[in-house]
């Protein structure tokens, strides 16, 4: 009896072990691209990779937790947040921590992943909506704010993405210009701190700098090799691309409509979405990143 007791006890022990153990792993991937976000032990969601397709389940182990997928304000985080929010009993803070997934097909070739997050003391939810086109290699990506606070909340900040990405350097493509000469390319290696490329010109947005932008990693940017990071926004105002850098040479990239000016008044019940931030990354140059996003 002592015996199966004792065995009893040391089969649940190695079954709480292997449950604290194994992450939850969620996978965003097209035919060449992959974006990995797993949970950890602290029940808050982290990304962990952005990149070229991996091939086998074994890689996703070793992958480390760049950052959190949407930094919030107001907690340990030294560096720009995805989100800024105001409660109306005055507390700036607020934690994000895991809650569920779902994939669903929306058509062939084209899935859908919604991540939730929520707030475990105040009542804020935030879904970050992923669609990814397997064919064309493009995720789409934006995010759903919203409460059940008894009056409105004020937000700040509300990225439509998030990005981290680790490489030895990084390689900007910004397109500039004025009438009649738009659009000029010009490439610049980013450093510590940050770059920002936005407007605050309303209806005019694109007049001096279009919402568009490349990056290159470890070196400057090719047509037919290299790895390439291409992304746009699909709002036709005010926008702002935030290239950040941090101490350990880790870079952040925040995408989303220009807060400047813009406070939200969000109501209970309501719910806030950001325009969609589109993006492919390619490891065969800029060609392929600029023949991917035309097929879409």
């Not at 101490?247 to 925040?254: H, P, S, V």
Request: hydrophobic share 40%; aromatic share 12%.
């Amino acid at each position: 009896m002592k015996n199966k007791l004792f065995l009893l006890i040391c089969l649940i022990v190695i079954s709480i072990s292997l449950k604290a153990n194994d992450k939850t792993v969620i996978p965003i991937t097209t035919d060449n691209i992959s974006l990995i976000y797993k949970v950890g032990n602290n029940g808050r969601l982290y990304q962990s990779y952005v990149g070229q397709k991996l091939r086998f389940d074994s890689d996703i182990d070793q992958l480390p937790m760049l950052g959190e997928a949407y930094i919030t304000h107001g907690m340990e985080d030294y560096f720009e947040p995805a989100i800024r929010i105001l409660y109306n009993d005055g507390n700036p803070s607020l934690l994000l921590k895991y809650v569920s997934y779902k994939t669903s097909d929306l058509q062939p070739g084209v899935t859908e992943t919604v991540i939730k997050l929520k707030d475990d003391v105040y009542p804020v939810t935030v879904d970050l909506h992923f669609i990814a086109y397997a064919e064309e290699n493009i995720i789409k990506t934006y995010t759903e704010i919203s409460h059940q606070e008894k009056k409105p909340v004020v937000l700040y900040n509300y990225a439509s993405s998030l990005l981290h990405l680790n490489a030895g350097k990084y390689f900007l493509t910004e397109f500039a210009g004025d009438w009649a000469h738009e659009v000029n390319m010009t490439e610049q290696q980013l450093s510590f701190g940050k770059k920002v490329l936005d407007t605050k010109l309303g209806s005019r947005a694109n007049m001096f700098n279009s919402p568009f932008f490349l990056l290159a990693l470890n070196e400057e940017s090719k047509e037919n090799e290299g790895e390439v990071l291409f992304g746009t926004i699909g709002w036709t105002g005010n926008f702002r691309f935030t290239f950040e850098v941090d101490n350990l040479n880790n870079l952040r990239i925040l995408s989303g409509i220009n807060n400047y000016a813009s406070e939200y008044s969000l109501k209970p019940q309501d719910i806030f979405r950001t325009p969609e931030f589109i993006f492919t990354f390619s490891a065969e140059g800029k060609g392929k990143a600029s023949r991917d996003f035309h097929k879409w």
